[in-house]
């Protein structure tokens, strides 16, 4: 399975953009990169995915190197509602499954 | 409706007693998870159902019994469980394929004394 690589906590200045790395060095070539976030107490919320391209929406943009062994969330204007965990997953297979797994994700503090 | 709907929100239950989780969703998903998180700690899986089939069972403890009656519901039957097993219990939907995203429900906190 490939696995992703994320730094515990980080800290942006609300109006700033804030990005966020994860590294995932033994993905594999038909595996997607997804992005969550989780505020406290509530269900993680989708963000973004992509395979290969730079993807945007109007949440978020993706980041994807070209040997896509990492990749960077960047959220162009944080406020204090993106004070949340992130988190970086790629889809994993098992049996024909795809099993989402989530990693320890990034804490990301959005300070005024 | 892109909602997946938990009830109850709050659950505290005795080591003897037997409840159930429930998990709603009419976005025309086939498959459908269960997780449990733990305080400060990431979501983790506990079992897959794709096209009301159980397709993923990650070695969960018989105490736990999931069932997918149709393809819209989703229950946890919770039987004889352990304090330990204290956690926020997390259910998610998405349609069947490679790349598709989860909806999550909002979670039902569950305290077992």
């Known amino acids: 399975d490939a696995k992703t690589t994320q730094p515990p906590s980080m800290d942006c200045a609300e109006g700033r953009a804030a990005n966020l790395p994860c590294n995932h060095s033994?993905?594999?070539?038909?595996?997607?990169v997804y992005w969550y976030r989780q505020i406290h107490s509530q269900g993680p919320q989708y963000i973004i995915h992509?395979?290969?391209n730079n993807e945007t929406n109007e949440m978020a943009s993706l980041i994807i190197t070209e040997d896509r062994k990492s990749s960077t969330l960047i959220l162009p204007h944080a406020t204090l509602r993106d004070t949340a965990v992130y988190y970086c997953i790629v889809r994993a297979t098992s049996g024909g499954s795809y099993i989402p797994t989530f990693g320890r994700g990034t804490s990301l503090i959005v300070h005024p | 409706d892109t909602e997946v709907t938990q009830t109850p929100k709050h659950l505290v239950m005795g080591m003897t007693n037997k409840k159930s989780l429930k998990c709603e969703q009419h976005m025309g998903h086939r498959a459908m998870y269960w997780y449990k998180q733990k305080a400060k700690k990431p979501p983790e899986l506990m079992f897959v159902?794709?096209?009301?089939?159980?397709?993923i069972n990650e070695s969960v403890p018989s105490r736990f019994s999931p069932e997918c009656p149709n393809s819209s519901l989703l229950n946890l039957h919770l039987h004889a469980l352990q304090p330990e097993d204290s956690a926020l219990y997390l259910c998610?939907?998405?349609?069947?394929?490679?790349?598709?995203?989860?909806?999550f429900g909002s979670g039902t906190q569950l305290s077992v004394l």
């Open positions: 033994t993905i594999s070539g038909n595996e997607y």
């Open positions: 992509g395979l290969k």
């Open positions: 998610a939907s998405s349609r069947q394929g490679r790349a598709e995203k989860l909806f």
């Open positions: 159902y794709s096209y009301e089939k159980l397709s």
